[in-house]
């Protein structure tokens, strides 16, 4: 759904730029932190290209009224708050919107980012980058952003790069930065790349391997988890999805390790097996053979242990 219009506020009261910086301080390190304002200035277009039609603020408590029913997939994330605005240029057919998302640290912008991949990373935009024919998506520092054809006129896609490149420049956190560590536990061998999603609740999960509403991993905020797709030898057509947990405590992932062993709905998606290593918990869904999952559960725990020593 989008919107039509001039300018807008839709901000929620409780989220107040003064608010959302305070919230910001206690989770960077940074000499600035963005506030909500800031990310107006982030929204720098190319030459030829203009401003035009609406300018909107959103919160958490309102962001259902534009992504309608996809907000808590966002909020799944520290979402803190969305600006939006329209671009046009006169000799092009066509609008693109920019819209950048304000998450609470940079591993969840990556985050965000990673759970919905489809085209190809054009390179020199934000951390990464994925440019389709009538979107691009990057992240950078605490920020996601799309920048989309919203009229679908097609060959758009190097004024597409160029918002991204503007945009990228405006935002004052260094691009590569922030990754989730979490990320270098993943075995490299047979890993397919773009598969790779950070997330920390069970809607976000559920896109990838559906464990219902029971939330049997007991997922959320105070969590962290990796999962990726397995090709499962280089002449196989057999895959398998990995998924890695951090718990606040061993006593936590043991649970869940529990519950998903008896849970229906991880039989019905092709529960492999399941094991934990101290805070965090490894299970695997697919094709997966035992000695796999063995191999790669040692592999696992060895790169944890080198985590604990650093």
Same mark, same amino acid.
């Given at each position: 759904?989008?919107?039509?219009?001039t300018?807008?506020?839709?901000?929620?009261?409780?989220?107040?730029?003064?608010?959302?910086?305070?919230?910001l301080?206690?989770?960077?390190?940074?000499?600035?932190?963005?506030s909500? $304002?800031? %990310?107006?200035? *982030?929204?720098?277009? +190319?030459?030829?290209w203009a401003?035009?039609? @609406? =300018?909107?603020?959103? !919160?958490?408590?309102?962001?259902?009224?534009?992504?309608?029913?996809?907000?808590?997939?966002y909020?799944?994330?520290?979402?803190?708050g969305?600006y939006i605005?329209?671009?046009?240029?006169?000799s092009?057919?066509?609008?693109?919107?920019?819209?950048?998302y304000?998450?609470?640290?940079?591993?969840?912008?990556?985050?965000i980012?990673?759970s919905d991949?489809?085209?190809?990373?054009?390179?020199?935009?934000?951390?990464?980058?994925?440019?389709? $024919?009538? %979107?691009?998506? *990057?992240?950078?520092? +605490?920020?996601?952003?799309?920048?989309?054809? @919203? =009229?679908?006129?097609? !060959?758009?896609?190097?004024?597409?790069?160029?918002?991204?490149?503007?945009?990228?420049?405006?935002?004052?956190?260094?691009?590569?930065?922030?990754?989730?560590?979490?990320?270098?536990?993943?075995?490299?061998?047979?890993?397919?790349?773009?598969?790779?999603?950070?997330?920390?609740?069970?809607?976000?999960?559920?896109?990838?391997?559906?464990?219902?509403?029971?939330?049997?991993?007991?997922?959320?905020?105070?969590?962290?988890a990796?999962?990726?797709e397995?090709?499962?030898?280089?002449?196989?057509?057999?895959?398998?999805?990995l998924?890695?947990?951090?718990?606040?405590?061993?006593?936590?992932?043991?649970?869940?390790?529990?519950?998903?062993?008896?849970?229906p709905?991880?039989?019905?998606?092709?529960?492999?097996?399941?094991?934990?290593?101290?805070?965090?918990l490894?299970?695997?869904?697919?094709d997966?053979?035992?000695?796999?999952?063995n191999r790669?559960?040692?592999?696992?725990?060895?790169?944890?242990?080198r985590?604990?020593?650093?």
């Amino acid at each position: 759904m989008y919107l039509t219009g001039t300018v807008q506020v839709l901000f929620s009261p409780l989220l107040t730029g003064v608010f959302l910086t305070a919230v910001l301080a206690c989770s960077y390190s940074g000499s600035e932190d963005p506030s909500i $304002d800031d %990310l107006r200035s *982030f929204a720098v277009p +190319p030459g030829n290209w203009a401003q035009d039609g @609406i =300018d909107v603020f959103y !919160g958490p408590a309102n962001l259902h009224e534009y992504v309608n029913g996809g907000a808590e997939r966002y909020l799944g994330y520290g979402f803190s708050g969305l600006y939006i605005a329209d671009f046009t240029n006169s000799s092009k057919q066509g609008t693109l919107r920019v819209e950048i998302y304000l998450m609470d640290n940079p591993a969840n912008a990556y985050g965000i980012f990673s759970s919905d991949r489809s085209g190809r990373d054009p390179g020199g935009i934000g951390s990464d980058a994925d440019l389709g $024919d009538y %979107l691009l998506q *990057f992240w950078q520092g +605490p920020c996601f952003v799309r920048v989309q054809d @919203i =009229d679908l006129s097609g !060959g758009l896609g190097e004024e597409l790069a160029q918002f991204g490149r503007k945009i990228g420049a405006a935002i004052p956190f260094p691009a590569g930065e922030g990754r989730p560590r979490l990320l270098k536990a993943l075995p490299s061998e047979g890993v397919v790349e773009e598969s790779i999603c950070y997330f920390h609740t069970h809607i976000s999960l559920n896109s990838f391997v559906y464990l219902g509403d029971s939330n049997p991993l007991n997922l959320g905020m105070q969590t962290g988890a990796v999962t990726a797709e397995y090709a499962l030898g280089r002449s196989s057509r057999k895959y398998c999805r990995l998924v890695l947990v951090r718990y606040p405590s061993p006593d936590d992932a043991r649970k869940a390790a529990r519950a998903v062993k008896l849970s229906p709905e991880a039989q019905s998606a092709g529960l492999v097996d399941i094991s934990t290593a101290g805070n965090h918990l490894l299970t695997v869904f697919g094709d997966a053979p035992a000695d796999w999952f063995n191999r790669i559960k040692l592999e696992i725990a060895d790169t944890l242990s080198r985590f604990q020593e650093e």
